[in-house]
Structure formats: structure tokens, C-alpha cells
């Protein structure tokens, strides 16, 4: 389309107008039934219908002419857009892609497409109901009679890269059907790669539609006289948060006060929603004893909710990417059914994006920045990429092959943490011990380790402890329990550390 350019005026009725001339009729708008034209500073002038485009010698295939009025421009060319772009509805164009109908190289606006999904228990996988997202018409390209292009573009965010398909990418995926061999009543096609080229946030899914339920967690108030075991957990009666137990304790206080046998498990005074399942027996997190734990689901808006991917707060959130689930893998091994990667991001508005998060059960391969502070994860948290400052976080059961940076603190882990590499600075308190490792931790390295607690039970096979300038091995004794290792001026030394 040929630019337009006000270079000129021409005076009418006693009135100045402006001389369209070369101009881009993106510009123009009908406004009460007149067109108006915005100038380099946005004001808005009036523009003569019936004037003729004097002096325009653009050669175009639309007749324009320096006879043609504007509104015989400005109608010739929307007549010469839509000849480019058919409207269709989803099922008109199924209908034709079925009849082998389609025209190579034609663009197709598929008009009332919206995404079509099911919110889902993300640990027992029970489909609870299929939502659907706003109504964003697509643009696809034919690429044979009876094919598109798997690149699509969004008549709403055409900033975003889409991949797209008519069709369910996998019918077993209970994201947008039965998982067995129904698609969703209001299924329009499945958008299954999105980049947000501004924020460079790029997900396998329609992170802009589609929602993730999560619950909310309570617990049984502290009791004083109540003869409290390691891995229970109450809820403070001083401030309202979630603690777990770390040791034996029997009316030493609530575990505001009582802090060398409570830590700090979950602030659900900030945000509650943060289990990815109504089933609290699966929320083992951190290795927990779930009897005290509270998840109701009965009321929208009080015992569950609905949540993006990146939170309702956007701006914030960059440089992120979430990979593609292996369906046939998780399938097999983990009964995961869908594409959808259940991750919430709760972002606030504040430079730290990788804050407050619940990350849901099988979660691999996934890239994390610095500042990941007071996230939850859920199990089989494996092969992921963390940066520095890894602050306040609870981890679930079988963390493997995770490499994390430094400043590793206030952290909470489930059993089975094996193969990860761990950075410096594992810091914490002589009263709190604000470490915890759940069983079996094998094949890990860890630098400066300090007043970390270990579980009595734990698998230490081949786990290597560097602190400070010199190294230590911990390492299980075929009969004489936890011993730690190390070299004073070429002297071994071995210390007992069972307890």
C-alpha cells in the first residue's frame, strides 16, 4: 500500500483541509460518518470525500487514480484487502481443508476462534470442566489443498508468533479433550507454540487463554499440648502461616517462638492457592506428613482459582521459556495426560519475576533465572537450569540433575535429591537450621554447607560436601553410621555426624 503524506493544503467552504497525497489510509478513520486524517502530532483534520486525489500518479493495482475521490480510494482499497483475506468460521474451513478445498497460498481468517481447554487436577488428572479463552480471530495460510502452515498470526497480539493446528495434536492430551477420543465441544484448533516477541516469553501452549486451577492450603492450628513428630506440620496461631515441624517438640510454643524445632514451610497469609491438586494425600511436598493439611473444593474464589501461567501482572515477565512436554514419555511414566504444562508464575509487579511461583509435578528441562524466591514445586523437578539466589523454596520428591547457582538458602527439600549440583553459599542459622533434605541423597556436590539439617535416614552414597577452602566427603559407614571426612595438614580426620 502506498504511503500518505500531508504536504499541501487546499481551502474549501472558508475552511482548511488537508491534500492527501501518497498516504497510508491506515490513517484514516470514519468517525461519525466523515473520515478524519492524524498528522505527525496526532491531531485530527477533516478530510473531503468527494475531493479528488489531484496530482496522484502512484502506480497501483487497485485504479486509484488522480480522478478517484477518497472514499472511491479508500473503498478500493479494504475491497482490494479482503480479496487477499477470506473470513471463515473454524468450521467452514475444516469443512473445506476435509473437501481438499483449500487455495495454495490463500490467507484464511478464521473468525471465531477461541481456545477450547480443560482445567484439570494437576496430581490425580481428573478433567473438572472445559473453559474458554477470549475469541482472537487467526490468520492461517494454505499450504496445499487440504494443509495449512503451522504459522498462524493474531488479528489481537500480532507481535506473537503462533503455531497452530486445526486439529488436536494428540487425542490421548486431556488439555483439550476426553483423552480418549473426543476434542472438546467448543475445540476451534489448538495453538501449541506462543512467543511474545516483545517479552521474548515463549510457551508450548496458549499461555494468553489458558488458566490453571490451583487450591488453597490450610492447616490445623498449633495446639500446645499436642506431642508433635519431624515432618508434621500446623498452622501458627500469631501469625497465620504454615509451619513444619523439624524435630520432636511437646508445648515449646508456637513456632513463631519456637523456632529451633519449626520452620517456616507456607505463607498462605500472602497467597493460599498453591496447591496443583484437591487431593491433599498427593501434596507431599518437602516430605510433610499431610494429616494437618486442609484442601477444600467446594466454593470458586475461596477453595480454588483459576491463574495464567504468568499471573494476571505481565509486564514484568521476560526472557522466559517453558518447553514442550513429552506426552508419550509422561504418559507411560507418570500418567501425565496433557501438553499443558501446569506452571503458574505469579508474578507481581516488581523487577523480581521468578517470585512467589507454584511450579506443578513433572517439570523437567525447564530454565529458570537469578532471584527464584518462595516457589513450590512439585515432584520430579529434573534437569533444570536454576541462576543465583535460590531463597525460600520448597522442593517436592526426586530432585535430579538440577544445576543451581549461588546464595541457596531457606530451602526445604522432599526425598530422592540426587545428581544436582549445588553452588556456594548454602548459608542459614544455628537455631533454625533452615536446610532441610528429605531421604536419599545421593551423587550431589555441595559448596559451603552450613547448619543444614539431614535426615536420619538418608542415602549418602557418593555425596561430596566442599566447605570453605577445603574439602569434606560425608559418606554412610557399612556399620558406624554418618561420617565426615577431611584433611588437616595431611592428617585424615573423620567426625561422626549421625546425628
Same mark, same amino acid.
Given at each position: 500500500?502506498?504511503?500518505?503524506?500531508?504536504?499541501?493544503?487546499?481551502?474549501?467552504?472558508?475552511?482548511?483541509?488537508?491534500?492527501?497525497?501518497?498516504?497510508?489510509?491506515?490513517?484514516?478513520?470514519?468517525?461519525?460518518? +466523515?473520515?478524519?486524517?492524524?498528522?505527525?502530532?496526532?491531531?485530527?483534520?477533516?478530510?473531503?470525500?468527494?475531493?479528488?486525489?489531484?496530482?496522484?500518479?502512484?502506480?497501483?493495482?487497485?485504479?486509484?487514480?488522480?480522478?478517484?475521490?477518497?472514499?472511491?480510494?479508500?473503498?478500493?482499497? $479494504?475491497?482490494?484487502?479482503?480479496?487477499?483475506?477470506?473470513?471463515?468460521?473454524?468450521?467452514?474451513?475444516?469443512?473445506?481443508?476435509?473437501?481438499? !478445498?483449500?487455495?495454495?497460498?490463500?490467507?484464511?481468517?478464521? &473468525?471465531?476462534?477461541?481456545?477450547?481447554?480443560? #482445567?484439570?487436577?494437576?496430581?490425580?488428572?481428573?478433567?473438572?470442566?472445559?473453559? #474458554? =479463552?477470549?475469541? !482472537?480471530?487467526?490468520?492461517?495460510?494454505?499450504?496445499?489443498?487440504? !494443509?495449512?502452515?503451522?504459522?498462524?498470526?493474531?488479528?489481537?497480539?500480532?507481535?506473537?508468533?503462533?503455531?497452530? &493446528?486445526?486439529?488436536?495434536?494428540?487425542?490421548?492430551?486431556?488439555?483439550?479433550?476426553? =483423552?480418549?477420543?473426543?476434542?472438546?465441544?467448543?475445540?476451534?484448533?489448538?495453538?501449541?507454540?506462543?512467543?511474545?516477541?516483545?517479552?521474548?516469553?515463549?510457551?508450548?501452549?496458549?499461555?494468553?487463554?489458558?488458566?490453571?486451577?490451583?487450591?488453597?492450603?490450610?492447616?490445623?492450628?498449633?495446639?500446645?499440648?499436642?506431642?508433635?513428630?519431624?515432618?508434621?506440620?500446623?498452622?501458627?496461631?500469631?501469625?497465620?502461616?504454615?509451619?513444619?515441624? #523439624?524435630?520432636?517438640?511437646?508445648? !515449646?510454643?508456637?513456632? $513463631?517462638?519456637? $523456632?529451633?524445632?519449626?520452620?517456616?514451610?507456607?505463607?498462605?497469609?500472602?497467597?493460599?492457592?498453591?496447591?496443583?491438586?484437591?487431593?491433599?494425600?498427593?501434596?507431599?511436598?518437602?516430605?510433610? $506428613?499431610?494429616?494437618?493439611?486442609?484442601?477444600?473444593?467446594?466454593? +470458586?474464589?475461596?477453595?480454588?482459582?483459576?491463574?495464567?501461567?504468568?499471573?494476571?501482572?505481565?509486564?514484568?515477565?521476560?526472557?522466559?521459556?517453558?518447553?514442550?512436554?513429552?506426552?508419550?514419555?509422561?504418559?507411560?511414566?507418570?500418567?501425565?495426560?496433557?501438553?499443558?504444562?501446569?506452571?503458574?508464575?505469579?508474578?507481581?509487579?516488581?523487577?523480581?519475576?521468578?517470585?512467589?511461583?507454584?511450579?506443578?509435578?513433572?517439570?523437567?528441562?525447564?530454565?529458570?533465572?537469578?532471584?527464584?524466591?518462595?516457589?513450590?514445586?512439585?515432584?520430579?523437578?529434573?534437569?533444570?537450569?536454576?541462576?543465583?539466589?535460590?531463597?525460600?523454596?520448597?522442593?517436592?520428591?526426586?530432585?535430579?540433575?538440577?544445576?543451581?547457582?549461588?546464595?541457596?538458602?531457606?530451602?526445604?527439600?522432599?526425598?530422592?535429591?540426587?545428581?544436582?549440583?549445588?553452588?556456594?553459599?548454602?548459608? =542459614?542459622?544455628?537455631? +533454625?537450621?533452615?536446610?532441610?533434605?528429605?531421604?536419599?541423597?545421593?551423587?550431589?556436590?555441595?559448596?559451603?554447607?552450613?547448619?543444614?539439617?539431614?535426615?536420619?535416614?538418608?542415602?549418602?552414597?557418593?555425596?561430596?560436601?566442599?566447605?570453605?577452602?577445603?574439602?569434606?566427603?560425608?559418606?554412610?559407614?557399612? #556399620?558406624?553410621?554418618?561420617?565426615? &571426612?577431611?584433611?588437616?595438614?595431611?592428617?585424615?580426620?573423620?567426625?561422626?555426624?549421625?546425628?
Amino acid at each position: 500500500m502506498t504511503q500518505f503524506t500531508q504536504t499541501s493544503t487546499l481551502k474549501t467552504n472558508g475552511r482548511r483541509i488537508p491534500r492527501p497525497r501518497k498516504g497510508d489510509f491506515n490513517y484514516y478513520a470514519a468517525k461519525e460518518g +466523515a473520515l478524519k486524517v492524524k498528522g505527525h502530532n496526532f491531531g485530527e483534520k477533516d478530510v473531503v470525500l468527494d475531493r479528488k486525489l489531484e496530482g496522484f500518479s502512484t502506480v497501483n493495482p487497485f485504479g486509484i487514480t488522480d480522478e478517484t475521490t477518497v472514499i472511491e480510494a479508500f473503498n478500493a482499497l $479494504t475491497a482490494g484487502l479482503s480479496d487477499k483475506i477470506l473470513s471463515v468460521t473454524y468450521a467452514e474451513l475444516v469443512a473445506l481443508r476435509d473437501a481438499s !478445498e483449500l487455495i495454495v497460498g490463500q490467507n484464511y481468517l478464521i &473468525s471465531d476462534f477461541a481456545q477450547s481447554y480443560n #482445567i484439570f487436577d494437576g496430581s490425580t488428572m481428573d478433567i473438572i470442566e472445559e473453559q #474458554i =479463552g477470549e475469541v !482472537e480471530p487467526i490468520i492461517v495460510t494454505a499450504s496445499k489443498p487440504n !494443509e495449512l502452515y503451522k504459522v498462524a498470526i493474531s488479528t489481537v497480539y500480532p507481535q506473537d508468533i503462533i503455531h497452530y &493446528s486445526l486439529d488436536i495434536l494428540d487425542i490421548r492430551d486431556i488439555g483439550f479433550g476426553n =483423552g480418549v477420543d473426543t476434542v472438546n465441544a467448543n475445540f476451534k484448533g489448538q495453538i501449541y507454540y506462543r512467543k511474545d516477541t516483545i517479552q521474548n516469553v515463549e510457551t508450548h501452549y496458549d499461555f494468553r487463554n489458558i488458566k490453571f486451577r490451583r487450591w488453597a492450603v490450610d492447616a490445623v492450628a498449633y495446639d500446645n499440648g499436642t506431642a508433635y513428630v519431624a515432618k508434621d506440620v500446623c498452622k501458627s496461631g500469631v501469625n497465620g502461616k504454615i509451619y513444619k515441624c #523439624i524435630t520432636a517438640t511437646t508445648g !515449646e510454643g508456637d513456632p $513463631t517462638v519456637n $523456632t529451633a524445632d519449626w520452620v517456616l514451610w507456607l505463607d498462605i497469609t500472602a497467597d493460599a492457592f498453591v496447591s496443583w491438586t484437591s487431593d491433599k494425600t498427593k501434596f507431599n511436598i518437602g516430605g510433610i $506428613t499431610t494429616t494437618n493439611l486442609i484442601i477444600n473444593n467446594v466454593t +470458586a474464589g475461596v477453595d480454588y482459582d483459576d491463574f495464567y501461567t504468568f499471573g494476571d501482572y505481565y509486564n514484568w515477565v521476560k526472557n522466559t521459556h517453558i518447553g514442550m512436554i513429552d506426552l508419550e514419555y509422561t504418559i507411560e511414566k507418570v500418567g501425565y495426560a496433557t501438553q499443558l504444562n501446569n506452571i503458574v508464575f505469579k508474578t507481581i509487579d516488581n523487577y523480581y519475576t521468578c517470585f512467589g511461583n507454584n511450579i506443578g509435578s513433572n517439570c523437567g528441562n525447564n530454565t529458570i533465572g537469578n532471584d527464584f524466591y518462595n516457589n513450590t514445586t512439585g515432584n520430579n523437578f529434573i534437569y533444570n537450569t536454576i541462576g543465583n539466589d535460590f531463597n525460600s523454596n520448597t522442593i517436592g520428591n526426586y530432585f535430579y540433575y538440577n544445576t543451581i547457582g549461588n546464595n541457596f538458602y531457606n530451602t526445604i527439600f522432599g526425598d530422592n535429591c540426587q545428581y544436582n549440583t549445588i553452588a556456594n553459599k548454602i548459608n =542459614g542459622t544455628t537455631t +533454625a537450621k533452615i536446610i532441610t533434605f528429605g531421604d536419599s541423597i545421593t551423587m550431589c556436590t555441595i559448596q559451603d554447607f552450613a547448619f543444614g539439617e539431614l535426615a536420619a535416614d538418608l542415602d549418602l552414597t557418593a555425596a561430596t560436601h566442599i566447605r570453605g577452602a577445603y574439602n569434606t566427603t560425608i559418606y554412610q559407614d557399612a #556399620i558406624d553410621g554418618v561420617k565426615l &571426612s577431611y584433611m588437616i595438614g595431611g592428617v585424615l580426620t573423620i567426625a561422626d555426624v549421625t546425628d
